[in-house]
């Protein structure tokens, strides 16, 4: 069975860091991209950021370019998040989701598989 | 930036079809993918590509996209197709957009 378990989320004052990781089983990790996609309480979906199957290449929103920052290891099969200088806008539901297609990049994809998501509260 | 435009919301008689569209600058030339999401719950994916269905979604939804307009259609609709729906479609300059969700009732 396919899985992805999210952890490190919870409540952070603004400007500190968190680390989220997900833990994925039941297929080839290395053979997909990943990506970190959020839903703030009550509101839509919003990518965060993905990268590539072999950890060549990764993407960020706008918003997050420069504060967040994604990694995988491929032994573990695993997925990480570093968080840093959050914000209070930064609060969501952070899902763990997998690229569809096989060895792409983080790019021009679509999630055929999601967690259940670790939530993320900014506040002081 | 791109954007992506879907009703607030659509209502459907149950055993009837639901229509939930989502709009946006010649969309048709895009790849435009489709997400389930019931209260509670993670996000499931529906259509990708257009107009493909992963393994075990029913053939009841089906999607097409031309245009400026995607479209995902419900087809004999249950109640238990209630749930917010969202587009999503890569756009090299906005990266991974999605749309701002249909909430679908099924009357």
């Known amino acids: 069975e396919v899985q992805l378990v999210e952890s490190g989320g919870g409540l952070v004052q603004p400007g500190r860091s968190l680390r989220l990781s997900c833990a994925a089983s039941?297929?080839?990790?290395?053979?997909?991209?990943m990506h970190w996609v959020r839903q703030a309480p009550g509101k839509g979906l919003e990518w965060v950021s993905g990268?590539?199957?072999?950890?060549?290449?990764?993407g960020y929103v706008d918003s997050v370019e420069g504060r967040f920052t994604i990694s995988r290891d491929n032994v573990k099969n695993s997925l990480y998040l570093q968080m840093d200088s959050l914000r209070v806008e930064d609060t969501a539901l952070y899902y763990c989701?997998?690229?569809?297609?096989?060895?792409?990049?983080?790019?021009?994809?679509?999630?055929?598989?999601w967690g259940q998501g670790t939530m993320v509260t900014v506040s002081s | 930036s791109y954007e992506l435009t879907q009703p607030l919301s659509v209502s459907v008689a149950l055993g009837q079809t639901a229509t939930i569209t989502c709009g946006g600058n010649?969309?048709?030339?895009?790849?435009v993918h489709w997400y389930q999401q019931k209260p509670g719950q993670a996000p499931v994916l529906v259509i990708y590509?257009?107009?493909n269905r992963p393994s075990g979604i029913l053939e009841r939804f089906s999607g097409s996209s031309s245009g400026n307009t995607a479209t995902l259609t419900i087809s004999r609709a249950q109640a238990g197709d209630e749930a917010d729906y969202y587009c999503?479609?890569?756009?090299?300059?906005?990266?991974?957009?999605f749309g701002p969700g249909t909430k679908v009732t099924v009357l």
């Open positions: 989701t997998k690229g569809a297609t096989f060895w792409s990049a983080y790019y021009e994809d679509s999630f055929d598989m």
């Open positions: 039941g297929f080839t990790f290395d053979d997909y991209a």
């Open positions: 990268i590539s199957w072999n950890s060549g290449s990764t």
């Open positions: 010649n969309i048709g030339s895009k790849s």
């Open positions: 590509r257009d107009s």
């Open positions: 999503q479609v890569w756009d090299s300059s906005s990266r991974y957009v």
